[in-house]
């Protein structure tokens, strides 16, 4: 009996030290930290277009508000950037107007996230825009709108046409609408 006893007690400290093992290697604290440091602007494969609008928001906010450190996280689809939206793991993402639609409206592919209350915060180019989720802060928003609209990342003329999702108002406010 004391020899099943002891191999039970042996077996359950090797799980206890493998799961230890396991969390030590799990990158989702440092993602917390990271997310914390950089203002994360998503984008995803699908989208080698999109990703290109992304690194030029990135390296633009990077030049003009430098405390942003603002980085591209990239999803490997469409649909890991919208559960990435979903689950608070990202608050701002580079999308062409299609997704951005059906992501705002939990339709298709998306149907699993549910609705996601995302806002456009500034329209980038003729085929995609920078969203921001509803818990992204009012005062970062009006930082990223103001520093954006009317860049070369995001002209003027462009903002005059209908967003994908609701205008955030900071940007409406920015916008002088």
């Given amino acids: ?12 400290l090797g799980l206890a030290g493998l799961g230890t093992a396991a969390s030590a ?24 277009e999109g990703y290109r609008v992304a690194k030029a928001t990135a390296a633009f906010l ?3 508000l430098p405390k942003s450190q603002a980085r591209v996280a990239r999803a490997p689809a469409a649909s890991r950037l919208a559960s990435l939206l979903a689950t608070d793991q990202l608050d701002l993402a580079v999308l062409d107007w299609e997704t951005a639609r059906a992501i705002r409206q939990g339709e298709g592919i998306y149907a699993a ?12 180019d003729a085929a ?5 989720h509803a818990r ?3 005062r970062h928003g009006s930082l990223v709108a103001e520093t954006l ?3 070369k990342i995001a002209p003027r003329a462009v903002q005059d046409t209908p967003p994908p999702c609701p205008w955030r108002p900071e940007t409406l406010a920015v916008l002088g609408r």
């Fill in 1 to 12: 009996m004391a020899h099943v006893t002891r191999r039970s007690a042996l077996a359950l």
């Fill in 136 to 138: 992204f802060p009012d």
């Fill in 25 to 48: 290697h799990t990158p989702y604290k440092q993602w917390v930290v990271y997310r914390r440091k950089h203002l994360l602007i998503g984008c995803h494969r699908d989208d080698a």
């Fill in 128 to 132: 995609h825009c920078l969203v921001a």
């Fill in 149 to 151: 609209i009317g860049s």
């Fill in 62 to 64: 990077v030049d003009h």
């Fill in 113 to 124: 996230f549910g609705r996601q209350e995302i806002g456009t915060l500034a329209m980038l």
